[in-house]
């Protein structure tokens, strides 16, 4: 009974739930959201003023967080778990931001150009289907390279791809 009790103690001072509001204050934020999904302490923000959002990961010490994609998009997707990368928004176009956790420099890889975007898995390698101009083509997720030489009405009609990704795989 001691045991569990210096044991409380002793986690009841070492977890912290994440500071939701001061992390509002320290971005300036109007609208904050934690990925429930991962639990790795990622989460979107909206800067009031800009109307922008950001990616952060807490880094579970008080304030210190890690950007993961700068504040600057009208809306982003959270990074899947073991995702190479997310999709981001701008003026209603969709674009690609690589993932940092996978990417040591991470960039947008894929500009916001595109009207939609559907991720196809093909033999577990991740492809990015975009539509541009009512049509469907493949895009090289990681150099942004356009595939058009057969576009298609739907991303389930687009031949199978015929390219290997920029850096010689598809996968991390």
């Given at each position: 009974?001691?045991?569990?009790?210096?044991?409380?103690?002793?986690?009841?001072?070492?977890?912290?739930?994440?500071?939701?509001?001061?992390?509002?204050?320290?971005?300036?934020?109007?609208s904050?959201?934690?990925?429930?999904?991962?639990?790795?302490?990622?989460?979107?923000?909206?800067?009031?003023?800009?109307?922008?959002?950001?990616?952060?990961q807490?880094?579970?010490?008080?304030?210190?967080?890690?950007e993961?994609?700068?504040?600057?998009?009208d809306?982003?997707?959270?990074?899947?778990?073991?995702?190479?990368?997310?999709?981001?928004?701008?003026q209603?176009?969709?674009?690609?931001?690589?993932?940092?956790?996978?990417?040591?420099?991470?960039?947008?890889?894929?500009?916001?150009?595109?009207?939609?975007h559907?991720?196809?898995?093909?033999?577990t390698?991740?492809?990015?289907?975009?539509?541009?101009?009512?049509?469907?083509?493949?895009?090289?997720?990681?150099?942004?390279?356009?595939?058009?030489?057969?576009?298609?009405?739907?991303?389930?009609?687009?031949?199978?791809?015929n390219?290997?990704?920029?850096s010689?795989?598809?996968?991390?």
């Amino acid at each position: 009974m001691m045991f569990m009790g210096f044991f409380m103690l002793i986690f009841s001072l070492t977890a912290q739930e994440f500071p939701k509001p001061q992390m509002m204050r320290k971005f300036k934020a109007d609208s904050l959201i934690l990925d429930t999904q991962k639990s790795d302490g990622s989460f979107k923000f909206r800067e009031k003023n800009s109307q922008k959002w950001g990616l952060h990961q807490w880094l579970y010490r008080g304030l210190m967080t890690r950007e993961l994609i700068p504040t600057k998009y009208d809306s982003l997707d959270f990074i899947p778990y073991n995702g190479s990368f997310t999709a981001v928004y701008q003026q209603g176009k969709v674009g690609i931001y690589l993932s940092p956790w996978v990417f040591e420099n991470a960039v947008e890889s894929v500009a916001c150009q595109y009207d939609d975007h559907e991720i196809r898995l093909i033999e577990t390698i991740p492809y990015l289907a975009v539509k541009k101009q009512d049509r469907w083509i493949w895009v090289d997720w990681q150099s942004g390279t356009e595939y058009a030489d057969a576009p298609a009405d739907t991303p389930q009609e687009l031949s199978p791809p015929n390219f290997v990704s920029s850096s010689g795989k598809n996968a991390p």
